[in-house]
């Protein structure tokens, strides 16, 4: 059995920027339970000064705090046989003074706004602003439990299936609002095969497939379209899966070797699609083009020559 082992560590930064020096505590730890049971665990406090972007730019940016973030995780890892194993871990992360630009993205209010509106009644639409007023808004979390379970041997079947339940989250403090993460997504499975036929030959497939990410932004769908909303990251890309399947059929001779490849991305041509930066009616505000189609079935065939 492996012994017990702490690590601690830290992290100093000095910003010439904005003339910061700022530490970043950590420590690791691995600790032995039974003789094929292991567990680890983890923490830290990490800082992130404001970048170019954010101090160069216009607005009260050299006022700006650093980004915070404490994380922390744990879990354990075990052997099922001398070929197997099983890992499962839990996390949060909890984020402080992240920043963000108030009104940088076009929306719905139902207040007088002045020049940046446009419509009429009592919804106005905001549009969006030049950017550079930022402010440490944000606070928020991180949180979630992943398990994965791994098959390695040099012949026959190997890979690993993996599963994480997330959950990410902000409020800001200065607008009063409470949103999804422009990252939350809140099932993600990723799975990997390769089959060893023969020294020469093999098979393998990668599946991802995940519920997806919000639609960033004030976004809502209504009547077999998509509006400008009034709550932000409400509305969800449709969900993504993919498989890519590859066979390698490998010749060698003297010291040279030859592999031939036969594979296809997205091998049963799902219509996965991503968000995109949608054009507003301003009269309607209606969002048109809002999700953009992603890769569709690609096969190919090639090779590769090592000597």
Request: charged share 20%; net charge neutral; aromatic share 12%.
């Amino acid at each position: 059995m492996a012994g017990r082992t702490i690590v601690p560590g830290v992290r100093i930064d000095h910003w010439s920027l904005t003339g910061d020096t700022t530490a970043s505590p950590w420590v690791e730890s691995v600790w032995p339970i039974a003789r094929s049971l292991i567990m680890r665990a983890g923490g830290g406090i990490y800082r992130q000064e404001p970048g170019f972007a954010e101090v160069l730019s216009r607005g009260p940016s050299t006022q700006l705090r650093p980004e915070r973030a404490y994380h922390a995780d744990a879990g354990l890892e075990a052997r099922l046989t001398a070929t197997m194993r099983w890992q499962a871990t839990v996390y949060d992360r909890e984020d402080r003074d992240l920043l963000r630009e108030p009104y940088a993205e076009t929306q719905v209010v139902n207040e007088n706004c002045g020049t940046r509106c446009v419509g009429q009644n009592s919804q106005v639409l905001v549009l969006t602003t030049s950017p550079g007023f930022y402010q440490n808004a944000l606070d928020g979390h991180a949180r979630g439990v992943e398990l994965l379970v791994e098959r390695r041997t040099p012949t026959g079947l190997s890979g690993w299936v993996s599963y994480s339940l997330g959950f990410n989250r902000y409020h800001d403090h200065n607008t009063g609002e409470s949103f999804w993460g422009d990252l939350d997504q809140r099932h993600t499975i990723n799975a990997y095969a390769n089959y060893r036929a023969t020294d020469r030959l093999s098979f393998s497939a990668r599946l991802r497939a995940g519920s997806n990410f919000p639609a960033t932004g004030y976004w809502t769908a209504r009547d077999g379209g998509y509006f400008v909303g009034d709550e932000r990251n409400t509305l969800r890309v449709p969900a993504y899966s993919r498989l890519d399947v590859r066979m390698n059929r490998t010749f060698t001779w003297q010291q040279k070797r030859l592999t031939l490849f036969l594979e296809a991305l997205n091998a049963y041509d799902r219509a996965n699609v991503r968000y995109a930066v949608p054009s507003v009616d301003n009269q309607t505000f209606q969002a048109m083009n809002l999700f953009e189609k992603m890769l569709p079935i690609v096969p190919s065939v090639g090779i590769l020559l090592e000597f």
